[in-house]
């Protein structure tokens, strides 16, 4: 079969890997239908040290289950699902309490040891119980689009509203205007925000995160971003800030915004060493939360939202591009041509 391999900075490759094949009986093998190429990919895009053997890339899917093992109950073939980007097994204490990123036998898809990427035709589900969510439609709809976001960016935008508390009447800023971004600001929306400020410099981005419900755009940088967002929320900042980029200036930008007592929600997988302006966030009072999105813990409640056209997060995707064509997604993201690239193998 045919996956994407990144071998150093700047060198995609899409090669032939031996089939996806059932390896533990809780395995099961989903041929993808629909994946996508994530902001986060673009970091070893931009760093990724050179190695011989190469990483497997990709960790957002929608498909349908070809074959699963024989400790397999609730998945079977046939079944239409998303692949969340993190494998749980569903039953562990963290999985209970609804944090299935840090399940105690789970791990990454396209980045833990052994697993496979999504940027490929076929690839095996480790506990496919507790990972995979079967959806209650067939493969051929029109919500495509919206459902594989579910995978990652919405459930991540979702995560970045609930960890820095969004809530009705709350004041909201994103930091960023990547796909995680704007589903962040569909997520404050539907969470009941008050106002939504939007940080991000890239017209068609801006005018898409208007469309989906921010309220304010603020497109200067650095110190006089952090005026103009105190400016627009009566001079004391946001209670609520979705941080979606995860270098140092972002989350020095995302502290110095929240207003006292508030909270940041970090989603951004993070650059930078230290979390800035500690002493401030101190004084402040201010939460600083976030970490990798429970998809898995959200599907369920964002779902009939997709389903019933209420929020359409599908829209954050401009490219569509066949498998072969991967690498190319890569530049086009990199050099901000594209907000999110889906792959259909
Ligand atoms: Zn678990």
């Not at 309490?97 to 036998?105: K, Y």
């Not at 500690?278 to 600083?288: A, D, G, R, S, V």
Request: glycine residues 12%; aromatic residues 6%.
């Amino acid at each position: 079969m045919r996956a994407t391999i990144i071998y150093k900075a700047g060198d995609v490759r899409v090669e032939d890997v031996p089939d996806a094949s059932i390896i533990n009986q809780s395995d099961a093998i989903v041929r993808v239908t629909r994946a996508c190429i994530c902001g986060s990919d673009l970091w070893p895009y931009k760093d990724m040290p050179p190695t011989l053997t190469g990483r497997k890339m990709g960790h957002e899917a929608i498909g349908v289950v070809e074959a699963v093992g024989s400790e397999v109950n609730k998945v079977k073939k046939g079944d239409f699902v998303v692949m969340p980007f993190a494998f749980s097994d569903g039953q562990c204490t963290f999985c209970h309490e609804g944090l299935t990123t840090s399940c105690i036998q789970g791990g990454f898809f396209g980045y833990s040891e052994g697993v496979g990427g999504a940027q490929a035709e076929a690839i095996r589900i480790p506990l496919a119980d507790g990972t995979l969510f079967v959806l209650p439609l067939r493969e051929d709809n029109a919500l495509v689009a919206s459902l594989l976001t579910l995978s990652d960016v919405m459930a991540t935008g979702h995560h970045a509203a609930l960890t820095a508390k969004v809530g009705p009447g709350k004041k909201v800023a994103v930091v960023g205007d990547g796909a995680v971004g704007l589903c962040g600001v569909i997520a404050a929306k539907r969470l009941g925000a008050d106002q939504i400020i939007l940080l991000g410099r890239h017209p068609n981005r801006i005018a898409l995160a208007k469309e989906f419900g921010a309220t304010d755009i603020v497109s200067q940088r650095g110190e006089e971003a952090v005026e103009r967002v105190l400016k627009l929320s009566g001079g004391y900042g946001v209670h609520c800030v979705l941080e979606s980029v995860g270098t140092e200036e972002a989350m020095l930008t995302a502290v110095s915004i929240t207003r006292p007592g508030g909270a940041v929600g970090r989603v951004g997988v993070p650059h930078y060493s230290t979390i800035p302006a500690w002493e401030p966030t101190f004084y402040k009072n201010i939460t600083i939360s976030g970490g990798p999105a429970a998809v898995r813990a959200y599907i369920a409640e964002l779902l009939p939202d997709v389903i019933e056209g209420r929020i359409q997060p599908g829209r954050v995707f401009d490219q569509i591009i066949g498998l072969d064509s991967v690498p190319d997604g890569y530049r086009a993201m990199d050099k901000r041509e594209a907000i999110k690239v889906m792959v259909k193998p």
